[in-house]
């Protein structure tokens, strides 16, 4: 079953909203908690110009700090159970694969909602 329908937005906003899920991969980069900062700062830039961006760059947050309390609760848990290491590792897996598929929808003009997801902040 295919999800919510194509939005008729144009490309700037498409990247716009994929740029938003892309950004939280500066986690990798050594910049830490630049997954929950560029995504905020994407959705307060672009929250009034477009609906679409607004969306994706709120879930792309949301999802970064779900992310982010899932990451600490492990780490902390492999730190007295060191087969807990899979944990985080897979998680961090997870987390690259789950943002290269709403960068997708978000490209191609679709919704996306991330997986288990806490809905932390409303639009």
């Known amino acids: 079953m295919k999800s919510a329908a194509v939005h008729s937005t ?3 906003s498409r990247t716009w ?3 938003a899920h892309l950004s939280a ?3 990798y980069l050594g910049m830490i908690f630049a997954n929950l900062l560029f995504p905020y700062l994407i959705w307060r830039w672009q929250k ?3 609906g679409f961006v607004a ?3 709120l879930e792309a947050l949301n999802y970064q700090f779900t992310f982010t309390a899932v990451v600490l609760v492990s780490l902390a848990v ?3 159970f060191p087969w807990a290491w899979i944990l985080v590792i897979a998680v ?3 987390n690259i694969l789950l943002i290269g598929k ?3 929808r978000a490209k191609s003009g679709h919704r996306y909602r991330y997986p288990g997801s806490f809905r932390w902040l409303h639009g």
């Open 10 to 12: 144009g490309a700037a």
């Open 17 to 19: 909203a994929m740029s």
């Open 25 to 27: 991969l500066s986690l």
């Open 48 to 50: 009034k110009r477009s």
């Open 55 to 57: 969306e994706h760059a």
């Open 78 to 80: 492999a730190r007295f």
């Open 92 to 94: 961090g897996t997870a």
């Open 102 to 104: 709403a960068a997708d």
